[in-house]
């Protein structure tokens, strides 16, 4: 189990007795990795204290900053060992008591399994964003994954081991995990309204995500740019034919200009946009080349001894 938690000191108390009951009811060992991502509340003293109630179950990873909800997973799974890996929200969207259904898919020789979540209980421009994301990204990746977002997902152990062979630093994981995945599968998964506190990702936080997970797997939008460039110089070209033939036929033309000041506006725009692509791009590799770490565990709380 692995779950990124920030900020989150209010839904803690109650997640963990619903998970350690679904956990225990497997019959299997299991360990529940807890990755404290620069909280500024009390969640690390909180994962102090299931540390200290299940000693050998629980272990907590303190990050030394926040890094975000992927990196922070990135950090757990390095030290997880398990032969399946599940990863879940803190803050009680996800509800516990799906995992055996997720392991039971597992069992059945999938590699990587997916949640969708049913009923989604969030706001209504979240799931518009969501949809309009998933629709983009399935076109863009050619992946056919129907909920990007939804984080109550299990990971085979070969799959993990693929993901902690990756050093990108820009990262979405269930794409990356789907691009590694042999026999990957989705199962339907209940999902609740968040327990307490607000959403962890402000809008911005939320584009630079979605632009991690577009750019992150694909370029086709630079090429779609490129196309765009092509058609557009050849419409140029045509249009330029055009008038110089009319020219000697008709003679000169001067009506029309506010139409040609709406064709360059949105050629302008379009412009911008496709430089701003490019910039998301450029960005990432300059991000990429400073080599920077993804994340640092600042201190380990009941891991296994070293
Ligand atoms: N989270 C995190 N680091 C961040 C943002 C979020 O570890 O920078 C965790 C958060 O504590 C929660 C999970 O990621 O366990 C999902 O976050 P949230 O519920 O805020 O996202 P939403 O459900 O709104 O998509
Ligand atoms: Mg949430």
């Known amino acids: 189990m692995v779950i990124p938690v920030f ?10 007795p619903r998970l350690l009951p679904v956990m225990d ?3 299997r060992p299991y360990e529940v990795i807890f990755v404290d991502d620069g909280s ?5 003293s909180v994962l102090r204290g299931f540390v200290a109630e299940r000693p050998g179950t629980v272990r907590v990873l303190e990050l030394s900053r926040n890094f975000g909800q992927h990196p ?4 757990a799974f390095q030290r997880a060992r398990g032969s399946v890996v599940v990863t879940l929200d803190a803050d009680l969207q996800n509800p516990p008591e799906e995992i055996p259904r997720l392991l039971a898919k597992i069992d059945e020789g999938f ?9 989604r209980q969030d706001s209504w421009f979240r799931r518009a964003a969501s949809r309009l994301v998933n629709r983009v990204t399935g076109a863009i990746t050619g ?6 977002g939804c984080m109550l997902r299990a990971y085979g152990r ?12 820009a990262t979405f994981i269930p794409a990356l995990a789907q691009s590694f995945s042999r026999r990957p599968t989705e199962v339907e998964v209940a999902h609740a309204e968040r327990a307490a506190g607000e959403s962890k990702y402000s809008l911005y936080k939320l584009l630079r995500l979605n632009f991690d997970l577009m750019t992150g797997f694909s370029v086709v939008p630079l090429q779609i740019f490129t196309l765009f460039g092509f058609v557009v110089a050849a419409g140029g070209v045509a249009f330029g034919v055009f008038l110089g033939i009319r020219r000697l036929i008709v003679g000169a033309e001067v009506e029309g200009v506010f139409t040609l000041f709406a ?3 949105t050629v302008v725009g379009v412009l911008l946009a496709g430089l701003g692509i490019v910039g998301e791009y450029i960005g990432r590799i300059y991000h990429e080349v400073r080599r920077r770490p993804r994340f640092s565990v600042r201190r380990e709380f009941g891991g296994p001894p070293a």
């Open 7 to 16: 900020n989150e000191a209010e839904n803690l108390p109650a997640l963990l």
């Open 25 to 27: 009811g497997l019959g």
């Open 40 to 44: 500024r509340d009390l969640t690390l």
């Open 72 to 75: 922070a997973i990135l950090a």
């Open 111 to 119: 590699d990587v399994v997916g949640g969708i979540r049913r009923n």
């Open 143 to 148: 992946m056919r994954l129907s909920d990007y």
């Open 158 to 169: 070969d799959v993990v081991d693929e993901i902690n062979a990756c050093e990108e630093n």
């Open 263 to 265: 064709i360059l506006f």
